[in-house]
């Protein structure tokens, strides 16, 4: 079992940046897959980005040059910077890891991008 705490949502202006957090408890050493997710009011959930755990990673068309995705295995962590963020940025964001057939989520984190 793996647990995901996210944090480091929040209130920004169009252009600002937020950084969020994903903190995984458990069994993390078994952790292959790490990514975020996001999903707006009335749409589906949405991939943003994720990385393996040997590093490679990958991105939304809507994201590309404007977030990058970190990750420390050993930590059992993975961050999510966004920079230049837009109001179609606003949505709920999750944490997801998965090893094998196994997946689990976080509990989200909202980011508004308003002026």
């Known amino acids: 079992q793996v647990q995901l705490v996210e944090s480091g949502g929040g209130l920004v202006q169009p252009g600002g940046s937020l950084r969020l957090s994903c903190v995984a408890s458990?069994?993390?050493?078994?952790?292959?897959?790490m990514g975020w997710y996001r999903q707006a009011p009335g749409k589906e959930r949405e991939l943003v980005a994720y990385?393996?755990?040997?590093?490679?990673?990958n991105y939304a068309d809507s994201v590309k040059g404007r977030f990058t995705i970190s990750r420390d295995n050993a930590k059992g962590t993975v961050y999510l910077q966004m920079n230049s963020l837009k109001p179609e940025d606003t949505a709920a964001y999750y944490c997801?890891?998965?090893?094998?057939?196994?997946?689990?989520w976080g509990q989200g984190t909202q980011v508004t991008v308003s002026s």
């Open positions: 990385m393996t755990s040997g590093g490679s990673s």
């Open positions: 997801k890891a998965s090893y094998a057939a196994a997946q689990f």
């Open positions: 458990g069994r993390i050493s078994s952790i292959y897959f």
